[in-house]
């Protein structure tokens, strides 16, 4: 399966400072239609709810316990596949 990259950790090697582009970017997903969905849905309370918890043994998760309730609701939410929403989340911005 494809290896799902975050854009937090190449952020310092992009060059969006000169420009502010990262911040465009980041009020473009507020006004998009994930990030509407994103400002609607308690994640944080969700996933204390479903009792995830960033503390566990072994290797680091790669999503905190929120952003794993995001996942499952932006999968039911455009109907993709694992490996769409993979291809997706390293593609698309605003998925990240």
Known sequence: MAKIVN??????TL???E??????????FNESELGK????????????AAGLSD?????RN???PSAKIAL?????YTGFSDRQ????LNGNIHYQ
């Not at 969905?37 to 204390?48: D, G, I, N």
């Not at 503390?55 to 290797?59: D, E, H, S, T, V």
């Not at 929403?85 to 997706?88: D, G, N, P, S």
């Open 85 to 88: 929403l993979v291809e997706h």
């Open 7 to 12: 854009i937090s950790e190449i952020h310092p």
């Open 19 to 28: 420009f502010d582009i990262l911040e465009k970017y980041r009020k473009s």
């Open 62 to 64: 790669r999503f905190s």
């Open 72 to 76: 499952m609701v932006l999968k039911a």
């Open 37 to 48: 969905l994103h400002s609607v849905f308690p994640f944080e309370c969700m996933a204390k």
């Open 15 to 17: 060059g969006f400072t």
């Open 55 to 59: 503390r566990r043994l072994g290797r």
